[in-house]
């Protein structure tokens, strides 16, 4: 569901630009996801704050660092105000939590079914997440399982959100 405007507990869903974002989408779409316009997803939490995987590791961040760019807020319906509150305490453990590029990499192993040793535990890992991943564990720590289609976690890209919540099209 799209909301307009933020709560403690919606995902925030964003573009790139440039090399980078390039990038995302190709692996977005490797991956099955086709082209969205979002490269990237982050938490909103209490105060007007944010939690964000970055290639140094996830931070808090203040929300405004995304004034006047288009992003997308987006919840699953029906989220009550204890299980926002719980997914923001999640999000907590997380800051400095590594980042990977290569978790791309790992996800479209996983959809071209190559046979990679140890796939599975390299991408539920929550030693390394991207963003997507990021998101999709703090909502999992709290109870709230965003998919519902039998996928490995940490299977999850900033497009398959936007498929999920922003589309309104539940797996």
Do not use: K
Not at 107 to 128: E, Y
């Amino acid at each position: 569901m799209i909301e307009s405007s933020p709560l403690p507990g919606s995902i925030g869903l964003t573009s790139i630009a440039g090399a980078v974002g390039l990038g995302i989408r190709v692996g977005q779409w490797l991956n099955g996801g086709g082209f969205t316009e979002f490269e990237h997803a982050f938490l909103v939490l209490p105060d007007g704050q944010l939690l964000e995987a970055e290639p140094g590791g996830a931070r808090i961040a203040g929300l405004d660092e995304y004034a006047g760019r288009h992003v997308e807020y987006v919840a699953p319906a029906g989220l009550t105000d204890g299980q926002r509150a719980a997914i923001c305490a999640a999000a907590l453990r997380y800051v400095g939590v590594g980042y990977s590029a290569a978790e791309y990499f790992a996800i479209a192993a996983h959809r071209f079914h190559l046979p990679v040793p140890g796939l599975r535990r390299h991408i539920s890992d929550s030693r390394r997440m991207i963003c997507s991943q990021l998101v999709d564990q703090c909502y999992q720590d709290a109870g709230v399982h965003l998919f519902q289609d039998g996928r490995w976690p940490g299977y999850v890209t900033p497009g398959d959100l936007w498929q999920l919540l922003g589309r309104g099209e539940q797996r």
